[in-house]
C-alpha cells in the first residue's frame, strides 16, 4: 500500500522588514513561535510586541493585582532575549477578552502605529488540531487581528484613528498565524532554538505554577519537540509553523 504523501510546508517569505506579533497574553509567542522571531531579528527585520492583555488571570496562587506586573515584566524580559525591545500592553481584562468592534480598533491602532508588511498572530480557532479546546482570550485577539489588518487600511473604519493622528496603512502583506492546525509556511527553529528556550524560561512564575518538572527542562522539551514534528513537513528541518494569509 501506497504512504500517503505529507504536503510540504513552504518558507516563509523574506521581502519584508517590519512585523508586529499580536496575541492575548504575555508567554503566547514563547510557546508559539519566538524561535522564528530570533531569527528574523537576527537577520535585521524589526518586530515588536503588542499584548492585549498583561496575563493578571493566568497564575492561581497569585491574585490579578500582583500578577499582571509581574507577568508584563517577565514578558518583557522575555522578548529581549529574541531581540524585541517593544513590547505593549492594551489593557483589555484577561480572561474575558471580547471580540468586538473595541478590540479590532486597537489592534488597528497599533498596526496604523509600527505599520508592519508581516502580522504574526495565535491561533484563533475553537480548537488545538481537533484536540484541545482553545481560550476565548486567543480565539477573540487571533479573529480580530485577521480583521484589523483591513480595518488599518480603510480610512471610513474607525475614523476616530486618524482624527488621533493615526493615518490608514494599507501595507500588512501577509498575517501569519502560529498554532495553527492547518499550518502552510515554516521558517527554520535551529538558529533560534536556544534563545526561545531561555526566552520562555523568562516566565518562571508562570511556568513554576504550571509544572513541578524543571523549568528548562519543561521549555526545551517543549519547543524542541513542537520543532521536531513540524520537521516532517519541513524537509526534516526542525521548524516554526505558520498559517499565512496573503492581503
Same mark, same amino acid.
Given at each position: 500500500?501506497?504512504?500517503?504523501? /505529507?504536503? $510540504? #510546508? $513552504?518558507?516563509?517569505?523574506?521581502?519584508w522588514?517590519?512585523? #508586529?506579533?499580536?496575541?492575548?497574553?504575555?508567554?503566547?509567542? +514563547?510557546?508559539?513561535?519566538?524561535?522564528? %522571531?530570533?531569527?528574523?531579528?537576527?537577520?535585521?527585520? +524589526?518586530v515588536?510586541?503588542?499584548?492585549?492583555s498583561?496575563? &493578571? !488571570? =493566568?497564575i492561581?496562587?497569585l491574585?490579578?493585582a500582583?500578577?499582571?506586573?509581574?507577568? @508584563?515584566? &517577565? $514578558?518583557?524580559?522575555?522578548?529581549?532575549?529574541?531581540?524585541?525591545?517593544?513590547?505593549?500592553?492594551?489593557?483589555?481584562?484577561?480572561?474575558?477578552? @471580547?471580540?468586538? #468592534?473595541a478590540?479590532?480598533?486597537? %489592534?488597528a491602532?497599533?498596526i496604523?502605529?509600527?505599520?508592519?508588511e508581516l502580522?504574526?498572530?495565535?491561533?484563533?480557532?475553537?480548537?488545538? =488540531?481537533g484536540?484541545?479546546?482553545?481560550t476565548?482570550?486567543?480565539?477573540?485577539?487571533?479573529r480580530?487581528t485577521?480583521?484589523?489588518a483591513?480595518?488599518?487600511?480603510?480610512?471610513? /473604519?474607525?475614523? @476616530?484613528?486618524?482624527e488621533? =493622528?493615526?493615518?490608514?496603512?494599507?501595507?500588512?502583506?501577509?498575517?501569519?498565524? !502560529?498554532?495553527?492546525?492547518s499550518?502552510t509556511? !515554516?521558517?527554520?527553529a535551529?538558529?533560534?532554538? +536556544?534563545?526561545?528556550?531561555?526566552?520562555?524560561?523568562e516566565?518562571?512564575?508562570? /511556568?513554576?505554577?504550571?509544572?513541578?518538572e524543571?523549568?528548562?527542562?519543561y521549555?526545551?522539551?517543549?519547543l524542541t519537540g513542537?520543532?521536531?514534528?513540524?520537521a516532517?513537513?519541513?524537509?526534516g528541518?526542525p521548524a516554526?509553523a505558520?498559517?499565512?494569509?496573503?492581503?
Amino acid at each position: 500500500m501506497t504512504e500517503p504523501t /505529507i504536503t $510540504q #510546508l $513552504q518558507p516563509m517569505p523574506e521581502d519584508w522588514q517590519r512585523a #508586529l506579533a499580536v496575541v492575548a497574553h504575555p508567554d503566547d509567542l +514563547e510557546y508559539g513561535c519566538s524561535a522564528a %522571531i530570533a531569527a528574523w531579528t537576527d537577520a535585521g527585520r +524589526e518586530v515588536a510586541y503588542v499584548l492585549a492583555s498583561r496575563g &493578571e !488571570a =493566568g497564575i492561581d496562587t497569585l491574585e490579578p493585582a500582583k500578577c499582571g506586573p509581574l507577568r @508584563e515584566q &517577565e $514578558q518583557r524580559a522575555s522578548a529581549a532575549v529574541v531581540g524585541v525591545s517593544t513590547v505593549e500592553f492594551l489593557d483589555h481584562k484577561d480572561g474575558v477578552i @471580547e471580540y468586538g #468592534l473595541a478590540l479590532r480598533r486597537d %489592534i488597528a491602532a497599533a498596526i496604523r502605529r509600527h505599520r508592519p508588511e508581516l502580522v504574526i498572530t495565535l491561533n484563533h480557532r475553537d480548537t488545538w =488540531g481537533g484536540v484541545a479546546w482553545n481560550t476565548p482570550d486567543h480565539v477573540a485577539v487571533g479573529r480580530a487581528t485577521l480583521d484589523a489588518a483591513g480595518d488599518a487600511g480603510n480610512r471610513w /473604519i474607525f475614523p @476616530e484613528l486618524t482624527e488621533q =493622528g493615526l493615518e490608514p496603512w494599507n501595507g500588512v502583506r501577509w498575517v501569519a498565524v !502560529a498554532g495553527s492546525s492547518s499550518p502552510t509556511h !515554516a521558517v527554520d527553529a535551529t538558529p533560534g532554538m +536556544e534563545r526561545a528556550v531561555r526566552s520562555l524560561l523568562e516566565h518562571r512564575a508562570y /511556568i513554576e505554577a504550571l509544572t513541578t518538572e524543571d523549568p528548562e527542562t519543561y521549555a526545551r522539551t517543549f519547543l524542541t519537540g513542537v520543532a521536531e514534528q513540524t520537521a516532517e513537513r519541513f524537509g526534516g528541518t526542525p521548524a516554526v509553523a505558520f498559517e499565512l494569509f496573503s492581503r
